[in-house]
């Protein structure tokens, strides 16, 4: 017992004898916890249905601004000779994994016969409609933008992998109408600031 004459280890009330909670006691409980749990996860669906209507604006915020940046790239003249050294060989070595130094020299002197065979062939590297999208991926620009892009414009976005391999319309435009293509281009997605 305690000072004030109640004992320590519990109440000292045999619970047996204790008459039962009102029915409508419990009911009044459990129609309480029911109201504050629907309110709490109404309050929970509202807060994440605003931060992914926040998340959603901020992505398209995004989106738009890739786009003046894909406008603004394309618009500088002389960006198509920019190349960045070791880049497409190190994308290359980490989706290889570790080479084999006899395995890279083999492959090597493969790979230089079929580009002396292919140098007659419109490759998609040297085509003027996917260079510019190929000049993307070597500044940066994140690659499924730049696909979603060339969806857009009608072309396959399946040959950034492939860069070497001949345009699937065989290149047959004369120098002419490459030029004509790429003017048109360049002048319906430019931006002025």
């Not at 190190?90 to 290889?96: D, E, K, L, V």
């Not at 580009?115 to 994140?142: C, F, H, I, S």
Request: aromatic share 4%.
């Amino acid at each position: 017992m305690d000072e004030d004459g109640l004992p320590i280890v519990g109440s000292g009330v045999d619970l047996t004898k204790v008459p039962a909670i009102q029915q409508r006691r419990i009911v009044a409980y459990l129609n309480q916890f029911v109201a504050h749990t629907v309110r709490f996860l109404n309050r929970f669906s509202t807060v994440c249905e605003e931060k992914l209507a926040n998340i959603s604006l901020r992505i398209q915020q995004i989106e738009t601004t890739l786009c003046i940046l894909e406008a603004k790239l394309s618009s500088i003249p002389g960006l198509e000779d920019v190349t960045i050294e070791g880049l497409g060989q190190q994308q290359t070595a980490q989706a290889n994994g570790p080479i084999n130094p006899s395995q890279s020299q083999t492959e090597t002197s493969a790979m230089q016969k079929a580009e002396a065979a292919a140098e007659n062939v419109m490759t998609v590297a040297k085509d003027p409609r996917y260079a510019r999208y190929l000049k993307m991926v070597q500044v940066g620009v994140p690659v499924m933008a730049i696909r979603n892009k060339m969806v857009m414009e009608g072309l396959d976005p399946n040959l950034l992998d492939t860069p070497d391999a001949p345009v699937p319309d065989g290149g047959a435009k004369s120098s002419e109408d490459q030029d004509a293509a790429a003017n048109s281009s360049d002048s319906e997605s430019s931006f002025s600031d």
